[in-house]
């Protein structure tokens, strides 16, 4: 069975940027710009202050991994009183590493963009800043991959980069399960990553985004889930944030959405998706997308 991470990661075509170290000694503030992205940096040695607008300053120490979603503005230092700097001369003409001073303090840092389409499924669905603190229990295992990558960058062995790369892909799904399992302990937002951690949850959304085009009704979903109508329902209304078949719906909309991208026609797309008829899937993706099929095939033709 396909697993809901994995699907919405290929609809995502999640693509990891080239990672970067960072080192530095002494006094220092480096700030670096917004990016429509997720970003997460890990202290390797030492300990430094993370500082975003409207925040308090955030310590950091060894062992400690932050993400964010829709990257924001941030600034890294060893003083949060410091004025900060642009820290992207440091990675002047390409450098993997950007040094100041010396190496009291390293990090590693990465980013990771999505189509644009389809960005907020997974940027809506996190909180903006999630940190991972190296005394928790799923710091072990970012600890083991990011010793790893830290061991690529020191390496003159061929691939070090494309080896840097996939390790970064092989983080973020920690992060995100180490994300999905703290909501699982403590639900403090509605959103499908938290839920994947609920067994019987994750089993209905695993089912759903395996035969999207089934159809689909909320006592099959409760069957998969081994769990009553009402309940499951209820379950999925206060974990997800809508309704079963809402969710459904808005999946289906994201698959058209990028089947018509890649230049499916629309009944091929309603059969696809296990629409009866042409109306019938042109009217659910209005309501979803606010624009017909044929004008967002259209508007997709014409890089928009």
């Not at 040094?99 to 590693?108: A, F, N």
């Not at 990771?112 to 940027?123: D, E, M, P, T, Y």
Request: hydrophobic share 45%; net charge positive; proline share 5%.
């Amino acid at each position: 069975m396909t697993d809901t991470l994995s699907s919405v990661f290929r609809l995502l075509d999640l693509q990891s940027a080239r990672t970067h170290r960072f080192e530095a000694a002494g006094d220092w503030a480096f700030r670096f710009p917004a990016r429509e992205a997720l970003k997460f940096a890990a202290v390797l040695r030492g300990s430094c202050f993370m500082l975003r607008e409207g925040e308090a300053p955030q310590p950091l120490s060894a062992g400690d991994v932050f993400l964010l979603a829709e990257s924001p503005a941030y600034a890294l230092a060893s003083d949060p009183a410091l004025p900060a700097e642009d820290g992207r001369r440091l990675f002047a003409g390409g450098a993997s590493t950007g040094r100041h001073r010396g190496d009291e303090v390293v990090m590693i840092a990465g980013s990771f963009s999505a189509s644009a389409q389809h960005r907020a499924l997974l940027l809506g669905a996190l909180p903006r800043f999630m940190l991972i603190p190296a005394a928790t229990a799923e710091a072990p295992a970012l600890r083991r991959t990011l010793e790893i990558m830290a061991a690529e960058f020191d390496t003159t062995e061929l691939g070090a980069e494309l080896m840097r790369r996939h390790l970064t892909d092989m983080l973020l799904i920690q992060l995100l399960r180490a994300f999905a399992a703290r909501e699982s302990a403590a639900p403090q937002r509605g959103g499908w990553i938290g839920a994947l951690a609920d067994p019987r949850l994750g089993a209905a959304l695993d089912a759903l985004h395996a035969e999207p085009e089934r159809n689909w009704t909320v006592s099959a979903l409760a069957a998969v889930a081994g769990m009553s109508r009402s309940s499951f329902a209820a379950a999925f209304q206060s974990r997800i944030g809508m309704a079963p078949m809402a969710y459904l719906q808005g999946w289906r909309m994201q698959l058209a959405e990028d089947l018509l991208r890649q230049g499916e026609s629309v009944g091929r797309v309603a059969a696809r998706l296990g629409y009866g008829s042409r109306s019938a899937f042109g009217a659910a993706f209005r309501r979803t997308k606010g624009r017909t099929p044929r004008s967002a095939a259209i508007a997709h033709s014409n890089g928009e």
